[in-house]
Nanobody, 126 residues
């Protein structure tokens, strides 16, 4: 499984962006998918995750109500719709595939994910 995130950019606070993650590989439709982010000088943190069917989603506390994760299995794409962006959302955003079991229990754990894509930078100005 190979992943490529895109859609980042420079926006003002309050704006919206939609990130996309293009996935190659037959395992995609059976994989949970996650979004993580890494702010400057900090570690990578969980943002959102979606199960393989797309009917169960999870969010980090700081993005609940503002971000929405979705997927299109026919197109091998995962999306992260980000609304009401804040300066503290500034980070490099990564998508990753969860290839282990018990996704619904460990979706937030970075070390459960593999095949990290190249991140996309989101910068939110105040």
């Amino acid at each position: 499984v190979q992943l490529q995130a895109s859609g980042g950019g420079l926006v003002q606070a309050g704006a919206s962006l939609r990130l996309s993650c293009a996935v190659s590989g037959r395992a995609f439709t059976s994989s949970g998918m996650g979004w993580f982010r890494q702010a400057p000088g900090k570690g990578r943190t969980f943002v959102a995750a979606i199960n393989w069917r797309g009917d169960r989603t999870y969010y980090g506390d700081s993005v609940k109500g503002r971000f929405t994760v979705s997927r299109d299995n026919a197109q091998n794409l995962v999306y992260l719709q980000m609304n009401s962006l804040r300066p503290e959302d500034t980070a490099v955003y990564f998508c990753a595939a969860y290839l282990q079991s018990l996704f619904n229990y460990y979706y937030y754990e970075e070390n459960k994910y593999a095949n990290w894509g190249q991140g996309t930078l989101v910068t939110v100005s105040s």
